[in-house]
T-cell receptor, first 114, second 116 residues
Framework: GAVVSQHPSRVICKSGTSVKIECRSL??????MFWYRQFPKQSLMLMAT?????????EQGVEKDKFLINHASLTLSTLTVTSAHPEDSSFYIC??????????FGPGTRLTVT | SQKIEQNSEALNIQEGKTATLTCNYT??????LQWYRQDPGRGPVFLLL?????KEKRKERLKVTFDTTLKQSLFHITASQPADSATYLC???????????????FGTGTRLQVTL
């Protein structure tokens, strides 16, 4: 199946700093990438949808100035959490979709803000 | 309001039996539905996709059914093994066009435990 990677897998940062998470589709071209957040014992919540070369579409309640998304190529999308605070600590997961229906997920990034 | 419910938070079954997980939805008209497996601390792994005009899909020991009248999908694992223990998520997409972004909305998940 299609492979999606994320980097880093874990990151700890101080409150007020910014963190960038990379999502790459390794063996297919992703026309669309999605970013999700998952809190403990809860399901995945979609944060934003990004198409290559265009601005991301954010879900209601997600601050676009706080969660910056860039989808610069058909294999790479980045999520930058700006001025992170402890409440931003969560498990962030990306997914990628090509021309078929299936979405393939990355392994996730555990963000801890101290 | 729109809702996706998976039958139970946890399901315990004995090795060798068939596990059946349920996904019910309200106020959706899904174009297709996907099932994923998620292990603790990991991203979901794609298992099966079934479209609105399909009744059943199979892959090895897995089988998915989709009943748009009942607004329900069933996910079966036959001859279950301890290695099948994980959380299983159903997800709905409403857009039928493969050329456009199709947002998935996830159910709450069912944690399956297969014991010896």
């Amino acid at each position: 199946g299609a492979v999606v990677s994320q980097h880093p897998s874990r990151v700890i940062c101080k409150s007020g700093t910014s963190v960038k998470i990379e999502c790459r589709s390794l063996d297919f071209q992703a026309t669309t990438m999605f970013w999700y957040r998952q809190f403990p014992k809860q399901s995945l919540m979609l944060m934003a949808t990004s198409n290559e070369g265009s601005k991301a579409t954010y879900e209601q309640g997600v601050e676009k100035d706080k969660f910056l998304i860039n989808h610069a190529s058909l294999t790479l999308s980045t999520l930058t959490v700006t001025s992170a605070h402890p409440e931003d600590s969560s498990f962030y997961i990306c997914s990628a979709k090509g021309l078929t229906y299936e979405q393939y997920f990355g392994p996730g990034t555990r963000l801890t803000v101290t | 309001s729109q809702k996706i419910e998976q039958n139970s938070e946890a399901l315990n079954i004995q090795e060798g039996k068939t596990a059946t997980l349920t996904c019910n939805y309200t106020n959706y008209s899904p174009a297709y539905l996907q099932w994923y497996r998620q292990d603790p601390g990991r991203g979901p792994v794609f298992l099966l996709l079934i479209r609105e005009n399909e009744k059943e899909k199979r892959k090895e020991r897995l089988k998915v059914t989709f009943d748009t009248t009942l607004k329900q999908s069933l996910f079966h694992i036959t001859a279950s093994q301890p290695a099948d223990s994980a959380t299983y998520l159903c997800a709905l997409a409403q857009s039928p066009n493969t050329g456009t972004a199709s947002k998935l909305t996830f159910g709450t998940g069912t944690r399956l435990q297969v014991t010896l």
